[in-house]
């Protein structure tokens, strides 16, 4: 049984700086850690977070810029750092800092990995084999800042080791979050990278201007090409239809909070991507996944179109049309 009383967060962010208000609020004493000096300096200087509406940081959480002070008798590790980043920080950082010592660790974090295909968890303990059993992936529909408002929310949390993900998810669970277990790690993982794509997607309806009938109709076709794309990779086609897939691909697709379908909206209403990106702010995590999970349906010789259209679109810098194209709707002109 473990006894988890500091818990680690990597990534002061939105959705990092929730996780750790929320255990804080627990009762655990949490090392809130991020590299962003200027993101560090005011949330010490001002005791809240800039982008988190009437956010006070709780007094159990100690931020730091020391991934050495951070991770100093922890417990527990949540990695809530960008995705492209996770393999250097695991190898550079936490690595020596670890020397082998087993910590649990859940990973936030979405996204597949470009070349490798591989899940975050998997880079994880790639870069920390010490770890591999003890990685847990924590993946739903949650905005962070609906959670911060202490909206109900569920989450999943999957891995291999049941006693593990059991205990783990009593750490992490109570109002408003309920952390649901689950077996079938990659296949949720691969869920909450996928769905960033179909997010996209969504956006672009949104931006070309072709309503809810549309969007319904894209979101119906991507989930069929999620669950192929995820089954072809070692998922279970049931999770396609879990808290981890449909319902975090409902969620990002439809709400206009989502950072994934603003950036498609402003791609479709003809913005180039760096344009989008710059009008957005903040990271929309889709935009690493989109090439890993094109190349994946090539690999593996996949019927993807609404993918591939979203590949062209963000990647291609092909006019926003082709993804209606891509629907069947081929003579919708070329806005």
């Not at 770890?131 to 529909?141: D, E, I, K, R």
């Not at 049941?162 to 979050?177: K, M």
């Amino acid at each position: 049984m473990l006894n988890i009383r500091k818990v680690t967060v990597l990534g002061a962010g939105i959705w990092g700086s929730v996780i750790a208000q929320h255990l804080a609020k627990k009762g655990l004493a949490v090392s809130l850690w991020e590299y962003n000096e200027t993101l560090l300096n005011a949330l010490k200087t001002m005791g809240r977070h800039p982008n988190i509406p009437n956010f006070k940081i709780h007094d159990n959480i100690r931020l730091t810029g020391n991934v050495a002070e951070a991770v100093a008798d922890t417990d527990l590790i949540i990695f809530v750092i960008s995705s492209k980043a996770i393999r250097n920080f695991c190898r550079t950082q936490l690595k020596p800092l670890l020397n082998g010592r087993v910590v649990p660790v859940v990973s936030a974090s979405k996204g597949i990995e470009d070349n490798s295909f591989k899940t975050i968890c998997e880079v994880i303990e790639e870069e920390l084999p010490h770890l591999t059993g003890h990685v847990l992936a924590f993946s739903g529909p949650s905005f962070a800042l609906e959670v911060a408002q202490d909206v109900p929310t569920k989450i999943m949390l999957a891995g291999q080791n049941d006693e593990l993900v059991q205990e783990i998810a009593q750490v992490i669970s109570g109002d408003p979050i309920i952390v649901v277990p689950a077996k079938d790690r990659r296949g949720v993982e691969y869920g909450g990278g996928i769905k960033n794509v179909l997010a996209i997607g969504c956006g672009v309806i949104d931006g070309i201007g072709d309503g809810a009938n549309a969007k319904a109709a894209l979101i119906t076709q991507a989930l069929q090409e999620m669950r192929d794309l995820l089954v072809s990779q070692g998922g279970e086609a049931a999770t396609v239809y879990s808290l981890a897939g449909f319902g975090d691909a409902i969620l990002t697709g439809m709400s206009a909070i989502s950072r994934n379908r603003r950036l498609g909206e402003k791609l479709g209403a003809g913005l180039s991507l760096e344009e989008a990106k710059k009008e957005v702010g903040t990271i929309a995590e889709g935009v690493n996944s989109v090439q890993s999970v094109y190349d994946i349906a090539r690999k593996n010789h996949l019927n993807t179109p609404i993918i591939d259209a979203v590949w062209q679109i963000v990647c291609q810098g092909q006019k926003p049309c082709v993804l209606l194209h891509a629907m069947g709707f081929i003579n919708r002109g070329n806005k």
